[in-house]
């Protein structure tokens, strides 16, 4: 992405990379990938509503726990936003990269990205840099004043912007600073639009409870979705990534099953991340995806009843699939019970002593 500004005059370009931005954090970055056509299309209808409304609300909170699918969401917003030109800037904070979890460095980050994208916003926050070369230690709300309120109400931009996973940056406060720096300012930028995601975190409730803030903002809770929707979206991702995993190895053509979905679809429990889980698992470069698909349409009915992170689950299916082996088990026979061997002996050892790590 915009590492080093390669317009206007060096100075310009000096004092603008000299905001302690990161370059690490707008959806251009990293590897994620959006959701797969078709799926989520409840979302995507109300986010369009949303932006269209010109008179609507300026802030859309979406909120779910993790794995709901919030970041892939957000990055296809971004995406198709950024293609139709309406995209301003975007922070995707993460636990893993001491940048993208800074709180300082939002702001920063979002304004750094708004030079970037209109010329009349970069003139502004030069104006401002040359004058307050320090604002990047400031509070979070001085700095949302300055690096992004002052320069968008003079230039009256029509924007938006996005953070996505608000709750996984560090906010020692019990209320979100970034967001009571919205509710602050948000009523002076009425052409801006701000989309947030983020886990229902005291942190984050706290914030949008603000009066301020509370009728300014749209919420969609993913965990209320109907279920129905929610599994044929699922199925439809496991069925497409399946069916790209068969034409891979050249698998017969009725698999997987119905039934290998329905059992997959019932295992993911309405999250995309155990989906998700799933292809990885079985798109093995070792071993037989239908070998591998196995082991997890016979897992006991509870197995996942107790919330495991992304690796804790695979970790598991790892272990159940080497139990299986060396108990004998075939994992991919047409005979379930033989197939489900290890699994059972190891699904047993985790309702005896829970996850054991
Ligand atoms: N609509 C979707 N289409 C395809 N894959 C998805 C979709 N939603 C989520 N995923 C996959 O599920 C996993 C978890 O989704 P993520 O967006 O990270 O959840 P959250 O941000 O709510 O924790 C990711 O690996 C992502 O690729
Ligand atoms: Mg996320």
Avoid at 77 to 99: K, P, Q, V, Y
Avoid at 258 to 277: E, G, P
């Amino acid at each position: 992405m915009c590492s080093n500004l390669q317009i206007g005059r060096w100075p310009d370009r000096f004092f603008l990379n000299s905001i302690h931005h990161t370059v690490e954090a707008d959806h251009r970055s990293g590897n994620r990938e959006g959701c797969l056509r078709g799926t989520r299309r409840d979302v995507f209808l109300q986010l369009e509503d949303w932006l269209e409304d010109k008179q609507g609300q300026n802030v859309f909170w979406l909120n779910g726990i993790a794995g709901t699918g919030k970041s892939t969401i957000a990055q296809t917003f971004a995406e198709i936003c950024f293609a139709d030109g309406n995209l301003g800037a975007s922070f995707f904070c993460s636990r893993e990269s001491d940048d993208r979890s800074n709180i300082q460095l939002i702001f920063p980050t979002l304004a750094f990205q708004l030079a970037h994208s209109y010329p009349r916003f970069r003139e502004g926050l030069l104006k401002l840099l040359w004058t307050n070369p320090d604002v990047g230690q400031e509070s979070p709300c001085s700095q949302m004043e300055k690096l992004i309120v002052g320069p968008l109400k003079e230039t009256q931009i029509q924007t938006l912007i996005i953070i996505d996973a608000l709750d996984k940056c560090e906010d020692q406060g019990t209320r979100s600073a970034i967001l009571s720096a919205l509710s602050e300012h948000v009523d002076q930028i009425p052409n801006v639009k701000f989309f947030i995601t983020g886990r229902p975190a005291n942190v984050v409730l706290s914030g949008f409870r603000l009066p301020s803030l509370h009728p300014v903002t749209r919420m969609f809770r993913l965990n209320g979705v109907e279920r129905s929707l929610v599994d044929n979206d699922i199925k439809l991702f496991l069925r497409t990534r399946l069916t790209g995993i068969a034409k891979d190895y050249n698998i017969q053509k009725d698999w997987p099953s119905l039934h290998d979905i329905y059992i997959l679809c019932w295992n993911a429990r309405q999250l995309f991340s155990y989906a998700s889980t799933f292809i990885k698992f079985v798109s093995s470069q070792h071993y037989h995806p239908t070998k591998r698909l196995a082991v997890i349409t016979t897992l006991p009915q509870n197995a996942t009843l107790k919330r495991m992170s992304e690796t804790e689950l695979l970790q598991v299916l790892e272990k159940a699939f080497i139990m299986g082996l060396f108990a004998g088990g075939t994992y991919g026979k047409s005979n379930s019970q033989d197939a489900g061997t290890g699994w059972y002996r190891y699904g047993s050892e985790i309702r005896k002593n829970g996850m054991g790590n």
